[in-house]
């Protein structure tokens, strides 16, 4: 919905009802997830919707851009944080990307990787089943049929006349055929990829 | 074709409520219903033991989902039976809400995160309740969980968190989820209303069992049978055979089948025979509740390798040691599989966010794993081994009763030797039972026993998981399908009662034991207890003393013993309580009655007395306050 037949309805809603709709509440100042995730039209909504009671000439006022709701953006987000949030945890990617790799020998370096590659792979195969595109051995001749796909193929080279082709696979591609992500509970700040870890010493 | 009164679910579903690890399995019996078929035909028309004439429904393994990170729900084979019981500043509430829960938070989490976040919050963990349940030692309806928990400041005060639960309250939480998952997989068909095969330790004793069916259906499970781990596990392997388990068994065969998980062992015996030309399976012997698992071996391992790395002068950080002990479980399953390396690398990451400079890393040979794990767990040890028992101190920390000794096959000489059965074949089960060379270990030792002859391993089944699918093969089974493994109470139960002597100042009258139950009473019977009637103490609770034995197989009911016998094991006191109001001529005096007891479908016992004069009939009930002790 955009914001500005949002808009509109929270005027009207609240006028009759007395309440504001439910989309609205995510405009709302007291959630500041979701207004953080959109920060540039964050702070236009959450007064509207504060304001929609007072000044029916606001209202008016609103510029008609069309943008994902609230509810959308931020849930994308958390379902990219929450990825994210389970490669630190069970790979440490994070944590390994963010240091700094000059200091160490390869030696050391492939020791741990060894560990986040394990911890990493489990996570890809558990929330994702993946398949090749193309099953074929890699620098072999394969045809490309006629009435192919181009976002599933992509073709490199000089091509001329119509399908079918015929080519050397250089990449087998990577397909997604289901994603097994895990159910994410409202209510907790998805920014937090890791906690801070404090260990208080017993007496 | 009438449809069968007893079986309106849908589902047959077996849970194996574990130690460490819960499962749950399947059968959808919708479509036979459907069809009119009942159990009676599928008796008649396969022969009444076969398993193999029809197609029968297949056995689904359920994955449960569980939060495994904060606000993180997702689905794992197996609920790890953990409780977490945190206060709002080790966990925040909504971290641990469900999905299904519409928003309520419990302020507690089982499962996943319950195990991981309780490994750095180790006063408010609840594990093992299962050991607890079975713990005499303990008031087992009081709030007793974590028991090493801190005192929190104020104990009435349940909000403040560091609250506590019972053994019973605990086992009913974990039950609770996995009918809340179940639920909100099939709302049109309710765990509570589908027909629950429910696994317990064959060692459970009668208050244990019971114990075990008031948790469940505090949980909500209505329709509830009981069945023993070990025979589960069995059925397992009947159901992935087939028919071919025929020919691998023959009449006189006796199958140990050793269940060894996460934190306990346990071990039966289940005879073949040949009854009208059929073959016919036994349970003949349980063995006791031996708390020593998997986990004693991961923390051996870890110990270990501690070592090594101290003499290295790499040190570990105490947040490095749960991965610590992760890395270990990896190298044993690696170290004991088959086609081993000669040796495993042990790496742990390091605790901050700096991993590659904080990571520890150590080595562990083939030779050092075979020694520590194989050596000390299946030690070569002779026949007429008995476990050690340490008690070098005169004061001990009070809590479960850990085996003191680690040698698998000395609990399991003493255990063969005290039932006298020579065991001609071998089912593994639990999932330290994947490392082939202890499974080889055991067999060679316990083939040892034996002149060398060799001692058969049973194979194909699912070493995690074999206890859910068999208990759902069970509920198969009862309904007609297959053949069922006979044995019914793996004791013989007796009940304390005074003698009538002259007073002697200083000494109590004496007790003798009364067999009530005798050895393996069947599900469904009843007995009355023949012989003298028992005077009843009428208008105040009375307590009797309850003693059972799993050796003593030829007692017969009415029989009387003397308590002080090695064989009898003294359990939880059992509570009359007869109102006076009845007899108000009676008060205060002794009432004739006699005794009865009952096992019941669901795999209980029951005790009642009956007033010789036909004027009232009382169950007995286990008293869970701690036991009467020696």
């Known amino acids: 919905m955009s914001r500005f037949i949002l808009a509109f309805r929270c005027f009207f809603k609240l006028l009759f009802t007395g309440r504001l709709p439910v989309a609205a509440g995510a405009y709302l100042p007291g959630k500041k997830d979701e207004a953080k995730a959109l920060p540039e039209?964050?702070?236009?909504?959450?007064?509207?919707?504060?304001?929609?009671?007072?000044?029916?000439?606001?209202?008016?006022?609103?510029?008609?851009?069309?943008?994902?709701?609230?509810?959308?953006?931020?849930?994308?987000?958390?379902?990219?944080?929450?990825?994210?949030?389970?490669?630190?945890?069970?790979?440490?990617?994070?944590?390994?990307?963010?240091?700094?790799?000059?200091?160490?020998?390869?030696?050391?370096?492939?020791?741990?990787v060894r560990d986040i590659h394990r911890g990493c792979k489990k996570v890809i195969e558990e929330h994702?089943?993946?398949?090749?595109?193309?099953?074929?051995?890699?620098?072999?001749?394969?045809?490309?049929?006629?009435?192919?796909?181009?976002?599933?193929?992509?073709?490199?080279?000089?091509?001329?006349?119509e399908p079918p082709f015929t080519g050397t696979l250089r990449h087998h591609g990577w397909r997604v055929t289901e994603v097994k992500l895990p159910t994410l509970t409202e209510g907790v700040d998805r920014r937090v990829l890791a906690p801070a870890e404090v260990e208080i010493a017993s007496a | 074709m009438s449809k069968s009164k007893s079986t309106t679910s849908t589902f047959v579903v077996g849970i194996d409520l574990g130690t460490t690890n819960s499962a749950l399995?399947?059968?959808?019996?919708?479509?036979?219903?459907?069809?009119?078929?009942?159990?009676?035909?599928?008796?008649?028309?396969?022969?009444?033991?076969?398993?193999?004439?029809?197609k029968a429904p297949p056995i689904e393994h359920v994955p449960i989902p569980q939060v495994v990170a904060p606000g993180e729900v997702d689905r794992r084979p197996?609920?790890?039976?953990?409780?977490?019981?945190?206060?709002?500043?080790?966990?925040p509430p909504e971290a641990m809400m469900l999905p299904w829960s519409g928003g309520a938070q419990p302020g507690y989490v089982v499962g996943e995160m319950a195990r991981e976040r309780g490994s750095e919050l180790p006063d408010r963990l609840v594990s093992s309740a299962k050991s607890w349940l079975s713990f005499g030692g303990v008031d087992r309806a009081a709030a007793i969980l974590p028991w090493r928990g801190a005192e929190s400041e104020d104990e009435t005060d349940e909000d403040s968190g560091g609250a506590r639960v019972s053994p019973v309250e605990?086992?009913?939480?974990?039950?609770?989820?996995?009918?809340?998952?179940?639920?909100?997989?099939?709302?049109?068909?309710?765990?509570?209303?589908?027909?629950?095969?429910?696994?317990?330790?064959?060692?459970?004793?009668?208050?244990?069992?019971?114990?075990?069916?008031?948790?469940?259906?505090?949980?909500?499970?209505?329709?509830?049978?009981?069945?023993?781990?070990?025979?589960?596990?069995?059925?397992?392997?009947?159901?992935?055979?087939?028919?071919?388990?025929?020919?691998?068994?023959?009449?006189?065969?006796?199958?140990?089948?050793?269940?060894?998980?996460g934190g306990t062992c346990d071990f039966s015996l289940i005879a073949v025979s040949e009854q009208e030309g059929n073959l016919a399976l036994e349970r003949v012997a349980v063995g006791d509740h031996i708390l020593l698992g998997g986990d004693n071996m991961d923390l051996t391992l870890a110990h270990a390798v501690?070592?090594?790395?101290?003499?290295?002068?790499?040190?570990?950080?105490?947040?490095?040691?749960?991965?610590?002990?992760?890395?270990?479980?990896?190298?044993?399953?690696?170290?004991?599989?088959?086609?081993?390396?000669?040796?495993?690398?042990?790496?742990?990451?390091?605790?901050?966010?700096?991993?590659?400079?904080?990571?520890?890393?150590?080595?562990?040979?083939?030779?050092?794993?075979?020694?520590?794990?194989?050596?000390?767990?299946?030690?070569?040890?002779?026949?007429?081994?008995?476990p050690r028992v340490q008690r070098a101190l005169g004061l001990r920390e009070l809590g479960l009763p850990y085996a003191t000794d680690p040698g698998v096959t000395r609990h399991l000489a003493a255990f063969l030797a005290r039932h006298g059965r020579r065991p001609t074949a071998i089912l593994f089960n639990g999932g330290v039972m994947k490392g082939s060379l202890l499974r080889r270990r055991i067999a060679e030792v316990v083939s040892s026993w034996y002149g060398g002859e060799e001692v058969r391993l049973l194979e194909g089944t699912d070493l995690d998981l074999a206890v859910a699918h068999g208990a759902a093969y069970y509920g198969m089974v009862r309904r007609g399908r297959g053949i069922r493994i006979r044995g019914g109470t793996a004791r013989a139960y007796y009940i304390g009662v005074e003698s009538a002597k002259p007073a002697i100042p200083g000494f109590a009258p004496p007790v003798k034991a009364l067999c009530v139950a005798p050895f393996g009473m069947e599900e469904g019977t009843r007995v009355e207890v023949p012989g003298q009637e028992l005077g009843l103490l009428v208008g105040e609770p009375t307590e009797f003393r309850f003693f059972a034995s799993s050796n003593r197989k030829t007692d017969r009911p009415g029989q009387v013993v003397d308590p002080d016998e090695e064989e009898l094991q003294e359990l939880a006191p059992v509570l009359a309580?007869?109102?006076?109001?009845?007899?108000?001529?009676?008060?205060?005096?002794l009432v004739p009655v006699t005794?009865?007891?009952?096992?019941?479908?669901?795999?209980?016992?029951e005790l009642w007395s009956s007033a010789s004069d036909g004027r009232g009939r009382w169950k007995l009930e286990y008293s869970l306050r701690e036991g009467g002790g020696e």
Do not use: N
């Open chain 1, 128 to 161: 994702f089943v993946l398949e090749a595109v193309m099953p074929g051995e890699e620098d072999t001749r394969v045809k490309v049929p006629a009435g192919f796909d181009p976002g599933e193929v992509r073709l490199i080279g000089k091509i001329s006349g």
């Open chain 2, 170 to 261: 605990a086992s009913a939480r974990y039950l609770a989820h996995l009918r809340a998952t179940w639920d909100q997989a099939h709302p049109d068909a309710p765990l509570g209303e589908q027909e629950v095969l429910l696994t317990v330790p064959a060692s459970f004793d009668a208050v244990a069992r019971e114990l075990t069916v008031t948790a469940a259906r505090q949980a909500g499970l209505e329709k509830l049978t009981l069945l023993e781990e070990p025979q589960a596990a069995f059925y397992s392997f009947l159901a992935r055979t087939g028919d071919a388990w025929r020919k691998q068994l023959r009449p006189g065969d006796v199958v140990a089948v050793i269940d060894v998980g």
């Open chain 2, 306 to 386: 501690t070592q090594k790395l101290a003499a290295d002068g790499q040190k570990l950080k105490s947040s490095q040691y749960r991965g610590l002990v992760h890395a270990c479980r990896r190298a044993k399953e690696t170290l004991l599989g088959d086609k081993p390396p000669r040796s495993a690398t042990i790496t742990v990451l390091g605790g901050g966010s700096k991993i590659i400079g904080g990571t520890v890393k150590s080595k562990i040979d083939r030779e050092e794993v075979e020694k520590l794990l194989v050596d000390g767990f299946a030690p070569v040890v002779a026949a007429d081994a008995v």
């Open chain 2, 25 to 54: 399995a399947s059968v959808d019996v919708a479509g036979e219903e459907a069809h009119g078929v009942t159990p009676r035909d599928l008796v008649s028309r396969s022969g009444g033991d076969r398993s193999g004439g029809e």
């Open chain 2, 78 to 91: 197996t609920l790890p039976s953990f409780l977490l019981l945190p206060t709002a500043l080790e966990v």
């Open chain 2, 595 to 605: 005794l009865a007891s009952h096992v019941t479908e669901i795999g209980t016992l």
């Open chain 2, 577 to 589: 309580d007869l109102p006076a109001g009845d007899r108000p001529e009676a008060a205060g005096q």
């Open chain 1, 41 to 112: 039209p964050k702070k236009e909504p959450a007064d509207k919707a504060e304001k929609a009671d007072k000044a029916e000439k606001k209202v008016a006022e609103v510029k008609p851009v069309i943008r994902p709701t609230g509810d959308l953006a931020a849930h994308h987000r958390d379902g990219a944080l929450a990825l994210l949030a389970l490669l630190q945890r069970e790979g440490r990617l994070v944590d390994f990307l963010r240091e700094s790799l000059d200091s160490y020998e390869d030696a050391d370096i492939g020791v741990a």
